[in-house]
């Protein structure tokens, strides 16, 4: 059986503000190399599960257990450092840093992680070699590499979140919903390329969306609501 990469146990998790929890989850697993497609409406849990698999928020009760490590009986500085070591993040609203260039955004992960950087280095080429064939394969040009993120178009901005996500190899790679900001074309190459470079590192992907209709590359396809006992009334998108 391949090794699990991500396992939850009897998770149960509620914000501190509300009354009832947002999830219960009795059992999900992900395994090396696995591409998972999460979707439910808007408001069904999407960015919890992954505030939680991402250690930015700790459940009540259950078990996280994330490259075999229990995420639950971590210091939120522990948590800190493991996301920084082992999983890309890739936001709906990119989250790139404004003042820096497309080049500093790409290589911030490398400054907060020296794993990071190691085996962004590991390949045996420079780190800026490795941003720039991130880039390159993301089909974002040399002309745009010094510029400031914000003279870029939105698929552009997308794409260096992307490269962001990739330096360094994360063992997983999360996106919540990073294609809803982009046109029908543009979301359909950015899935191709975000899939390409996922394979290439044998990243884990988790892919969250409430848009089925981009389900269909996928390996696998859960409904979060068929997973979590929870049930939420359906919000507007
Ligand atoms: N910081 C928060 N405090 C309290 N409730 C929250 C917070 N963030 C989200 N929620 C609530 O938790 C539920 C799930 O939200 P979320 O995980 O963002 O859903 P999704 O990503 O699927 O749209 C929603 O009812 C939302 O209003
Ligand atoms: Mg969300």
Same mark, same amino acid.
């Given at each position: !059986?391949? /090794?699990?990469?991500? %396992?939850?146990?009897?998770?149960? +998790? ?8 947002? =999830? ?17 409406? &808007? ?15 700790? *459940?009540?009760?259950? %078990? ?9 009986? !971590? #210091? ?14 890739? $936001?709906?609203? $990119? /989250? ?6 497309? +080049?500093?955004?790409? =290589? ?17 080429? #420079? =780190?800026?070699? %490795? ?10 040009? *040399? ?51 975000? =899939?390409?470079?996922?394979? %290439?590192? /044998? ?21 979060? &609501?068929?997973? /979590? ?9």
């Amino acid at each position: !059986m391949a /090794n699990s990469i991500i %396992e939850l146990k009897n998770l149960v +998790f509620r914000y501190a503000s509300a009354t009832e929890p947002c =999830l219960d989850i009795a059992s999900f697993r992900a395994v090396a190399g696995d591409r998972v497609f999460l979707y439910g409406p &808007s408001g069904s849990g999407k960015s919890t599960l992954l505030g939680i698999l991402g250690g930015v928020l700790a *459940p009540q009760q259950g %078990e996280v257990t994330i490259l075999g490590q229990n995420l639950v009986s !971590m #210091t939120s500085a522990a948590r800190d450092r493991f996301r920084a070591d082992h999983i890309g993040f890739l $936001f709906q609203q $990119f /989250n790139l840093i404004p003042y820096l260039s497309v +080049f500093d955004n790409v =290589l911030l992960p490398c400054r907060f992680s020296e794993r990071r950087l190691q085996q962004a280095l590991a390949g045996g080429a #420079t =780190l800026h070699a %490795e941003a720039e064939r991130l880039l390159s394969h993301l089909d974002l040009g *040399p002309a745009l590499w010094d510029r400031p993120v914000t003279q870029l178009s939105v698929g552009q901005q997308q794409r260096v979140a992307a490269a962001r996500a990739l330096i360094g190899r994360p063992e997983i790679v999360i996106a919540d919903e990073p294609t809803s900001a982009l046109d029908a074309d543009r979301q359909a190459s950015f899935l191709q390329l975000l =899939l390409r470079e996922c394979g %290439e590192a /044998n990243a884990t992907l988790l892919f969250v969306s409430h848009d089925r209709r981009l389900a269909k590359d996928f390996k696998r396809e859960i409904d979060l &609501s068929t997973i /979590n006992s929870v049930s939420h009334e359906q919000e507007a998108a």
